[in-house]
T-cell receptor, first 117, second 111 residues
Framework: GAVVSQHPSRVICKSGTSVKIECRSLDFQATTMFWYRQFPKKSLMLMATSNEGSKATYEQGVEKDKFLINHASLTLSTLTVTSAHPEDSSFYIC?????????????FGPGTRLTVL | DAKTTQPTSMDCAEGRAANLPCNHSTISGNEYVYWYRQIHSQGPQYIIHGLKNNETNEMASLIITEDRKSSTLILPHATLRDTAVYYCIVLQYSSASKIIFGSGTRLSIRP
């Protein structure tokens, strides 16, 4: 149980285009999901907290107009990187907390590798 | 969240027990100790968590000192597939809690 999927697993796009990444909790409902970014040889950096039915909360220094987050259902959150540039190339990882388990445990997706040319 | 301190790297022989230490001297009474690991190019994987009692599951054991200021994650029979970065995190159970990752311990298992 507690499986989180991401789609796509990797994407290559041209500079200036927008890319959408999906994060799904497959066997549980998640009122809260999180989005992280990881650069090579660095630790994961929290970008934002996504709450179902409300606006996301962004960490300091993360541009909310560039990284659009939508959490429209209890099993799906999306991250859209708008007008992507090469410096946005990174490994994007989501996580979700099981609403019904009553713990702080987060379960992570496999990640999406974004390359912007 | 309370800060944790872990060694930057460790290595262990395959088949032996890997003991990964973590210091969390400023942990508060309602914060749990969590362990995750990240294998290269994958998302982090939940391993185990505990509050004050020792815990064991199919992956590992977690030993928490009586004063809760430190803990040790034990992988009883390390295999090459256990090579990963291991993160020790303290986390309060609340709707606002979120995981902030430190640098973790890079564990290398040698054949």
């Amino acid at each position: 149980g507690a499986v989180v999927s991401q789609h796509p697993s990797r994407v290559i796009c041209k500079s200036g285009t927008s890319v959408k990444i999906e994060c799904r909790s497959l066997d549980f409902q998640a009122t809260t999901m999180f989005w992280y970014r990881q650069f090579p040889k660095k630790s994961l950096m929290l970008m934002a907290t996504s709450n179902e039915g409300s606006k996301a909360t962004y960490e300091q220094g993360v541009e909310k107009d560039k990284f659009l987050i939508n959490h429209a259902s209890l099993t799906l959150s999306t991250l859209t990187v708008t007008s992507a540039h090469p410096e946005d190339s990174s490994f994007y990882i989501c996580s979700a907390r099981d609403r019904d388990r009553g713990t702080a445990t987060q379960y992570f997706g496999p990640g999406t590798r974004l390359t912007v040319l | 969240d309370a800060k944790t301190t872990q060694p930057t790297s460790m290595d262990c022989a395959e088949g032996r027990a890997a003991n990964l230490p973590c210091n969390h001297s400023t942990i508060s009474g309602n914060e749990y100790v969590y362990w995750y690991r990240q294998i290269h190019s994958q998302g982090p994987q939940y391993i185990i968590h505990g509050l004050k009692n020792n815990e064991t599951n199919e992956m590992a054991s977690l030993i928490i000192t009586e004063d809760r200021k430190s803990s040790t994650l034990i992988l009883p029979h390390a295999t090459l597939r256990d090579t990963a970065v291991y993160y020790c995190i303290v986390l309060q159970y609340s709707s606002a809690s979120k995981i902030i990752f430190g640098s973790g311990t890079r564990l290398s298992i040698r054949p």
